[in-house]
């Protein structure tokens, strides 16, 4: 065996080496311990502190004091993930203090504590002037150690100390501080699940409470009664959250580029409805480009002071300190904003303000606009569309309700004046319903211009007016009123380049122990203005007892006319129209009669009058045409020779835009020869229609009806008439064959009439042949044909047959006709 070699002296442990490595050791041990200490002093530190920010200060300062480190700065990662904070920071580069003045940020991979957090790394950098990424903050370090916090391999900052001696930084070092960033993770990670819990369970709070008042704001549209407590409510609401001194709602109307005031209520100025701003540009205000910018403004005292003398605020007395306003839009022709101020320092407005006004702002914009649509509405509802002023449902509320007060003695008199446009429907046909709604616009502007605020202007008919006194009521009074709407609507009035002349009648009522209703006074205004038509148009008339009757028995006249029609009563008497050469019989002169069951044969005078006023003319010449077209077609089959049937049209017919379709649809149904059809017009209605006359003469000529003027000579423009429009037929009238007598001898107009006559080739009738004189002067002077009494009265169509047959006037047949009347 060979014998382990003898150790030399060299050789031999050297004892003092020995305790030297002992006694490190165990300072290191006691290194550790302290540091185990010190990690577990720092973990139950951290486990009593609940905000993260003193976490983290503690963290900084916990390993100055426990590693004897120069300084500890501790970075977050932001919402972005790409850019590093410096949140806390402690050494002698930085005294302890709560809140980092001018923090550092870094991006991910920028510079040492850029590359730990991109490689989730700790980095120890012994030398810091061989490292290219160490960046030099406030004054440089020779050595660097940086700590990633990771929470489930997420980075969420990291810990970063510095020294100034090269190589400090140790792996103990390093091991603790990655021990205390897993614990700051971990706790950073249950602190922010906290308080993400408490901003949900917050958010939950105000989500609700923003909730509950948005349903609030919802139900205002239902349960307020008018704008006015709209905006009051919601003026409260706002309140509830947010103080200010002063409140308006201001909405801008695009179409008109007009902004208005429903709602201003200032602690220095005034609280009130519709506020007026007078000779103010209200363009220039500051809450106007608040509404057209559509944004929200927040505003504090250096600003409004600028805003004050440019005169931009609304008031003028006191600068605001504070002012926010927040926009809204309402529709295509609604917008507007909800503004607030404050004037004293306490009362500021914040960003949260704003945020929840503009919130809101939506919200009160919508219950705005079912407002002004609700109110829109029942504007519609209860005022005329073509006029703008109140119809016949709001009048009728308004005057029963000022009848009310007069029954409980409130109030002493009440009056009513029923007002009608003379001939309106002549109006309408000769210039169109475009130019009427114009002219009715017109009218009831001008008389509006003549009453007070407390009277009531109402449309309540085609072209019927109302009017409600109710201020200084008595007779003189609405008289007075009624003359001055006589005499202004007197005027011609300009529409389009057309100059309408048109007048009114006025019916008025007083109340009195005899009126039982409010519907009874309005009856009895337009009683009186009925008769005032009557009267002759143009006209005023006031109730009286005695009218009642006539108005009665005038509306059993209606419609005891009205069943006429329908069982076609009324016919036609014939006058024959004679040669007075020849005596033969060339046409007849159809002349409308009433034939009634129990009162006989009724003159149209007594109902054509009735029958225009009240919408029944049409359908009464629409029968007559029909009959006329029938007997031309029986009269063709007993005669080849041409007999023609004349007749006159009504004043309301001749604008009627059916006449030519209904007089073409009788040539056709019953085939006849449109020149045994001949329409009479008299001087009156071409005076009133002139405009429109030449159009019908040019349609009546194309279909060959025939068209003669009754009753020439007795108006001033006939003969101007005759150049213009292209007659068929004169009939002189019956006052010049009258003055045929054995005193006047000489008859110059009948002359100059048969010589115009001849001259333009028109056929010449004379009226009211009476006696053998005048048919022997008539036939000497060269008038072609007559009719009268001395050849015929009107005659039933059965009379009239036997002159059909035969067409020479004969003693029997004078003697059948005479028992006819003079009717």
Not at 173 to 179: G, K, N
Not at 658 to 667: D, F, M, R, S
């Amino acid at each position: 065996m060979v014998k382990e070699k003898a150790l030399t002296l060299s050789e031999q442990p050297n004892q003092s080496s020995n305790k030297a490595n002992i006694k490190e050791n165990k300072r290191d041990l006691q290194a550790r311990y302290v540091y185990m200490d010190a990690l577990f002093d720092f973990i139950i530190k951290i486990n009593q502190i609940n905000s993260v920010p003193e976490i983290i200060w503690h963290l900084a300062q916990h390993t100055i004091k426990s590693l004897d480190f120069e300084d500890c700065v501790i970075y977050l990662l932001e919402e972005d993930d790409v850019t590093l904070k410096q949140v806390a920071a402690y050494g002698p580069k930085s005294p302890y203090q709560e809140k980092i003045i001018n923090p550092i940020t870094l991006k991910i991979g920028e510079g040492i504590v850029g590359r730990c957090a991109k490689s989730k790394q700790s980095v120890i950098v012994k030398d810091t002037s061989k490292d290219p990424n160490y960046i030099v903050d406030d004054q440089s370090r020779a050595s660097e150690l940086a700590v990633p916090i990771i929470f489930k391999n997420k980075v969420l900052g990291v810990i970063d100390s510095e020294h100034s001696q090269r190589g400090f930084f140790s792996n103990e070092h390093q091991r603790y501080l990655e021990i205390l960033a897993s614990a700051l993770a971990s706790k950073l990670t249950a602190e922010q699940n906290v308080e993400t819990l408490e901003e949900l369970v917050n958010a939950i709070g105000e989500s609700k409470k923003l909730s509950d008042i948005y349903l609030e704001i919802s139900n205002l549209t239902f349960v307020t009664r008018s704008k006015e407590e709209l905006y009051t409510r919601i003026h409260e609401i706002i309140s509830r959250q947010v103080k200010a001194q002063s409140f308006f709602v201001v909405l801008y109307n695009k179409q008109t580029n007009k902004f208005s005031f429903p709602y201003i209520q200032d602690d220095n100025a005034v609280h009130q409805f519709n506020f007026q701003l007078p000779d103010r540009d209200t363009n220039n205000l500051l809450v106007a480009e608040v509404i057209k910018r559509q944004k929200a403004y927040l505003l504090e005292s250096e600003d409004l002071k600028i805003l004050f003398k440019q005169n931009r605020l609304i008031f003028r007395d006191k600068i605001p300190t504070s002012w926010m306003a927040v926009p809204f839009e309402i529709d295509d022709e609604f917008s507007g904003a909800i503004a607030m101020q404050s004037y004293d320092q306490s009362i500021q407005f914040s960003y949260e303000n704003k945020e929840f006004l503009t919130f809101l702002g939506q919200h009160i914009s919508s219950a705005i606009g079912r407002k002004i649509q609700e109110q829109r509405l029942q504007y519609q509802a209860l005022h005329d569309q073509a006029t703008g002023i109140p119809n016949r449902a709001l009048f009728m509320d308004r005057l029963e309700h000022a009848f009310s007060l007069v029954i409980d003695k409130s109030k002493s008199a009440l009056s009513v004046l029923f007002i009608d446009l003379d001939d309106f429907k002549l109006i309408n046909d000769k210039y169109g319903h475009q130019k009427g709604d114009l002219l009715l616009r017109v009218a009831a502007n001008q008389i509006g211009s003549l009453l007070s605020k407390s009277d009531t202007l109402a449309r309540i008919g085609g072209d019927e007016f109302a009017v409600l006194l109710e201020s200084n009521v008595s007779q003189a009074r609405a008289i007075q009123i009624a003359n001055l709407i006589l005499e202004r609507m007197r005027h011609p009035i300009r529409i389009d380049n057309v100059q309408i002349t048109t007048s009114i009648s006025i019916g008025i009522a007083l109340i009195d122990k005899s009126i039982d209703s409010a519907e009874s006074l309005l009856k009895n205004a337009s009683h009186a203005m009925y008769h005032a038509k009557k009267q002759g148009k143009n006209n005023i008339k006031i109730y009286e007892v005695g009218l009642h009757q006539a108005i009665l028995k005038e509306r059993v006249l209606i419609e005891e006319l009205k069943i006429a029609i329908e069982k076609k009563q009324l016919i036609f008497y014939f006058q024959p129209i004679v040669n007075l050469a020849s005596q033969k019989v060339v046409g007849f002169e159809a002349l409308m009669r009433w034939d009634h069951p129990t009162k006989g044969i009724i003159a149209p005078g007594e109902f054509i009058q009735v029958a225009e006023q009240n919408n029944l003319i049409r359908e009464i010449d629409r029968q007559l045409l029909v009959s006329v077209g029938r007997q031309l077609q029986e009269w063709g089959k007993l005669n080849n020779d041409p007999i023609y049937i004349s007749f006159n049209i009504s004043a309301h017919r001749f604008v009627d835009s059916l006449l030519i379709k209904e007089i073409k649809q009788t040539i056709r149904q019953f085939s006849l020869d449109p020149s045994r059809l001949v329409i009479e017009l008299t001087e009156s209605v071409l005076m009133e229609n002139i405009g429109k006359a030449r159009h019908l003469f040019h349609q009546l000529k194309l279909i060959g009806v025939k068209i003669s003027l009754d009753d020439f000579g007795t108006g001033y423009s006939s003969l101007s008439y005759l150049n213009h429009l292209p007659f068929d037929i004169l009939k002189i009238d019956r006052s010049f064959v009258t003055n045929i007598n054995h005193q006047t001898p000489d008859h110059p107009i009948i002359n100059m009439i048969v010589a115009l006559a001849k001259t333009m080739q028109i056929s010449l009738v004379a009226e009211g042949i009476e006696t053998e004189l005048q048919l022997e002067k008539l036939t000497e002077m060269g008038c072609q044909y007559g009719q009268g009494y001395h050849f015929a009265k009107p005659v039933p169509k059965t009379i009239a047959e036997q002159l059909v047959v035969n067409t020479n006037l004969s003693d029997k047949f004078t003697e059948n006709a005479s028992q006819f009347g003079r009717s």
